[in-house]
Every structure is written in C-alpha cells, then in structure tokens.
C-alpha cells in the first residue's frame, strides 16, 4: 500500500510556471513507476509524463514536451512535476500515480492514486 499526496496546484498566468509535488508513504518508493495525469473538465484523464521504476525511462505527452518535467527525490520519496510555459489549455486538475509495473503510460496500469490538485491558467 502507498499513500500519494499532491501539492503545489494554483492559479498562474499563461507563460507561467509552477511545480507540482507528490509526496509519497508506504511502501518502498523507490520501487514504484511514477506518473502524472490530468483531467480537463469536459475531457478524460490523460498521462501527462511518467518514469520507469528505475527512472532510465521517461515519456512526455507530445503536448508537454519540452515544457514539463519530470523527476524525482527517493530520499524525500517526492516526485515532482516542473511545469514551464504554461498554457490556458494546461488548465486541469493534476494526479500522481504509483504502479508496481516496471513502467506505464496507461492509467489503467496504475494501482495507486492521489487527491488530485488544481492547475488553472488564465490567459
């Protein structure tokens, strides 16, 4: 069992910038593959950016590329999202999510979830 608890939502303006954290408990979270989601109202949750157990694999929603960022503290047990240049159509309600499989773009894949935070960017 995991706990995931994500931070670091807001209201931003467009070109802006903020980091997400999600603070990890329970199991060994070294262990897990990490991802980020979000959820725009209206549409369905999608994965923003995820990691391999081992962090050698990253993957970025081609709409994200080059603007966020990944990573992740194993000594904090945090992972991070660095969102740069954001834009009104990033605006969505962001989850983290654990998985036991090595790596995964699917969210159906992923066992372990948080609350979810608030990214909102006005234009």
């Known amino acids: 069992q995991v706990q995931l608890v994500e931070s670091g939502g807001g209201l931003v303006q467009a070109g802006g910038s903020l980091r997400l954290s999600c603070a990890a408990s329970g199991r060994t979270f070294s262990s897990f593959a990490m991802g980020w989601f979000r959820k725009a109202p209206g549409k369905e949750r999608e994965v923003v950016a995820a990691f391999s157990w081992n962090g050698r694999s990253t993957y970025y929603a081609d709409s994200v590329k080059g603007r966020f960022t990944i990573s992740k503290d194993n000594v904090k047990s945090t992972v991070y999202l660095q969102l740069n240049s954001l834009k009104p159509e990033d605006t969505a309600i962001y989850y983290c999510?654990?998985?036991?499989?090595?790596?995964?773009?699917?969210?159906?894949?992923?066992?372990?979830w948080g609350q979810g935070t608030q990214v909102t960017v006005s234009s």
């Open positions: 999510a654990a998985t036991y499989s090595d790596e995964a773009t699917n969210l159906d894949d992923y066992e372990y």
